[in-house]
């Protein structure tokens, strides 16, 4: 395999202080971008652009789990707890290291799927959390 490529077998997922979801995880995500601005000015033909607020969030599909304390109980007391909590987020849940780097901040919990399956099907759910502030990244 050539160099750099990374298959994802050992995802680190961290919400609200709680470990170990990345064994309730089949996704993750974490998508960055910043605001496009237009600052053409009157003469010019081609169009100029210069970067605005920065975003994040952390997507992620998890297995939903009803046992008492589990990740529904914990889905549920974020999003009607309605604040930001703490997140961190790797590649693969080892030492943090250049190849290995941490993601840490807040993500707002807006909302989760409490039940989503069709008939027979597997009880699984997706997130879409936008981050709120800094998003911050360790590489030791």
């Known amino acids: 395999m050539p160099t750099g490529i990374l298959v994802l077998t050992n995802c680190l997922i961290e919400l609200g202080g709680t470990t170990g979801l990345a064994s309730k995880a089949s996704k993750l995500e974490m998508p960055i971008e910043s605001d496009e601005l237009d600052v053409t000015v009157f003469g010019g033909v081609w169009k100029r652009r210069t970067g605005g607020l920065l975003d994040g969030k952390v997507n992620a599909g998890f297995f939903n ?76």
Not at 70 to 84: A, F, H, S, T
Not at 103 to 118: C, E, L, Q, R
């Open 65 to 140: 789990d009803y046992t008492g304390g589990d990740l529904d109980e914990k889905m549920w007391n974020w999003v009607i707890g309605r604040v930001p909590i703490p997140f961190a987020v790797q590649p693969d849940a080892g030492a943090v290291g250049p190849s290995n780097p941490r993601w840490t901040g807040f993500v707002f919990p807006k909302g989760y799927s409490a039940i989503a399956a069709d008939v027979g099907g597997v009880n699984k759910f997706d997130i879409s959390w936008a981050t709120s502030g800094a998003i911050a990244r360790a590489t030791s």
